[in-house]
């Protein structure tokens, strides 16, 4: 039996841990779910209900999506994907991203909902906590793994990805040259084209679904 993969397509957390399946070739049961409708095995998989959640049998669970990245880096990491993540700048960038900057994405988003401040203060926010670091980074290479990616990357990629739809005429005349370039690359990616396969919601009895696409 597969381990099974409950995800939703669009969820950045979800589209970070596919991405690393996809990379490590590592296939999984994919189990897309409407989260306003949770299947009742994602919860008792794993009763605080967020996806991504990697069930690899009975009792054995991953609950937190960057867990699922290295659990599957952690099988077939053929191009060092791990080991070039492993320095606490690249784990200073990651915890920003999932922290400062996740909150005023959010706020960015539904700035109508946090009227403290406006649209505009919030994307200030955002770019001073992981936009400006990261055009510094990826200014001097393609990538935060270097001439290639690395974990961080990845696991970074998915929330620029929602903060540069936001206002998508404002991204691109932004000066973030080196990170927009960086952006597009993966937004064009194989990876990201295997990742973003449109399943339908999950319903006990449904045919398998394999991840990633093609995976045997
Ligand atoms: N720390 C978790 C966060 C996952 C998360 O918050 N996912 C969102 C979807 S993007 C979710 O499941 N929210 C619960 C809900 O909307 O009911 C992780 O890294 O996997």
Same mark, same amino acid.
Request: glycine share 6%; proline share 8%; with cysteine.
């Given at each position: ?13 979800? *589209? ?21 409708? &949770? ?16 069930? *690899?049998?009975?009792?054995?669970? *991953? ?45 960015? &988003? ?8 406006? $649209? ?58 080196? $990170? ?9 990616? &194989? ?6 396969? &449109? ?9 398998? $679904? ?7």
């Amino acid at each position: 039996m597969l381990p099974i993969l409950y995800s939703f397509r669009r969820c950045p957390y979800a *589209i970070r841990a596919r991405l690393a399946l996809c990379q490590a070739g590592v296939a999984v049961e994919l189990r897309e779910v409407a989260l306003s409708r &949770k299947p009742a095995e994602l919860l008792a998989a794993s009763p605080a209900g967020t996806v991504p959640v990697l069930q *690899i049998e009975p009792g054995q669970v *991953i609950a937190q999506s960057l867990d699922i990245m290295r659990w599957a880096l952690g099988q077939n990491d053929a191009e060092g994907w791990l080991v070039r993540a492993d320095s606490p700048g690249h784990q200073a960038l990651v915890d920003t991203c999932d922290g400062d900057f996740k909150q005023a994405l959010d706020r960015y &988003k539904y700035a109508e909902r946090h009227p403290q401040r406006s $649209t505009h203060e919030w994307r200030e926010e955002a770019v001073h906590s992981l936009i400006a670091p990261l055009e510094t980074r990826l200014a001097e290479a393609p990538h935060l793994g270097g001439a290639r990616p690395c974990l961080a990357d990845a696991a970074i990629f998915p929330f620029v990805r929602q903060f540069a739809a936001v206002d998508v005429a404002w991204w691109a005349a932004s000066p973030w040259t080196a $990170t927009r370039r960086w952006h597009d690359a993966w937004a064009d990616s &194989k990876l990201m084209d295997a990742c973003m396969h &449109k399943a339908a919601p999950w319903q006990p009895g449904a045919p398998v $679904t394999v991840f990633p696409p093609g995976a045997a």
